[in-house]
């Protein structure tokens, strides 16, 4: 596996969350990988094109290999923000800025290369071939190994995946929003042998009080005792019983959940108690 099973989100890590200090972000690194949780997902734009850098200087002092981990990041997010000359929020996927931002990246991040480069969000403006040449020049010289996207539909991964190959799109996915299982986003990109990644794997499940987690709530709480798992185990395990080979982005600091999260993938749900988790979600059987 290039990517480890449960990945590491750290939008949360720095300003926009926790605001771990140095020293807290080298422990929890080492907590993740000597729990099996070595890929690590960034953004350029998390904490306000902040956090990168802050996870780049304690991984310097982490003691960690380089070749122990994975690093991914993202690009094409222009937000209005101190650390940016932007007078409104939008996307820049030219062949210039591509190459300037992941460069950014490895120089905040402080590797020599990105093990997966992600276009963040797709731009009604953006060009194929332009793409192309950033993401070619990109890997000759080195800079990424894998790339990929974020938030793309299958024609619009069609558009890019004709001059390059795509490796990976990041989605939102959980069982309050999975509509990428029936929009044909998964059938395109298990067809495709496209790895696909899950935001938010969690949902609204812990947000929101209403009816829907009312009746997710009871479903999971009647099968807890059978697995001998948390709520939040549950709808992981559900995830990733999905033929996909959906790889979940926790994006939790809490070591104790970290931990939770990976011996979900030893859950093997039964085939019924998993359409019953969807029932519980949908408010109606299947068709």
């Known amino acids: 596996m290039k990517y480890s099973r449960l990945i590491a989100g750290t939008m949360t890590w720095g300003s926009w969350g926790k605001q771990l200090s140095k020293k807290e972000m080298a422990a929890l690194m ?13 953004a350029d734009i998390y904490g306000a094109y902040t956090t990168e850098a802050d996870f ?3 991984f310097a002092d982490s003691g960690l290999k380089r070749e122990a981990i994975q690093l991914i990041s993202k690009c094409g997010i222009q937000d209005i923000s101190d650390n940016r000359n932007n007078s409104v929020k939008h996307y820049n996927y030219s062949k210039d800025y591509i190459i300037w931002s992941a460069e950014e990246s490895l120089q905040h991040l402080k590797t020599d290369y990105l093990d997966l480069l992600l276009l963040h969000r797709p731009s009604p403006l953006m060009v194929a071939e332009e793409i192309a040449e950033a993401i070619t020049i990109l890997k000759k010289e080195g800079k990424i190994r894998d790339f990929g996207v974020s938030n793309f539909t299958p024609s619009q991964m069609d558009m890019i995946g004709l001059r390059m190959d795509i490796d990976v799109n990041q989605i939102e996915f959980s069982l309050t929003e999975h ?3 029936h929009d044909g986003t998964l059938d395109y990109l298990k067809t495709c042998g496209i790895k696909p990644m899950a935001w938010s794997p969690l949902g609204s499940i812990f947000k929101d009080d209403n009816e829907q987690n009312i009746r997710i709530h009871k479903q999971l709480s009647e099968l807890k005792d059978k697995y001998n798992a948390t709520e939040d185990q549950l709808l992981l395990a559900w995830i990733m019983k999905h033929p996909a080979n959906i790889h979940p982005v926790v994006g939790t600091t809490t070591e104790e959940r970290l931990k939770l999260s990976v011996e979900a993938a030893k859950i093997e749900l039964e085939l019924e108690d998993w359409f ?9 059987k299947v068709p």
């Open 30 to 42: 080492n907590f993740c990988v000597s729990n099996q949780i070595t890929t690590f997902d960034h």
């Open 56 to 58: 780049g200087n304690a």
């Open 179 to 181: 509509s990428a299982m």
């Open 276 to 284: 019953l988790i969807l029932v519980a979600a949908q408010g109606h």
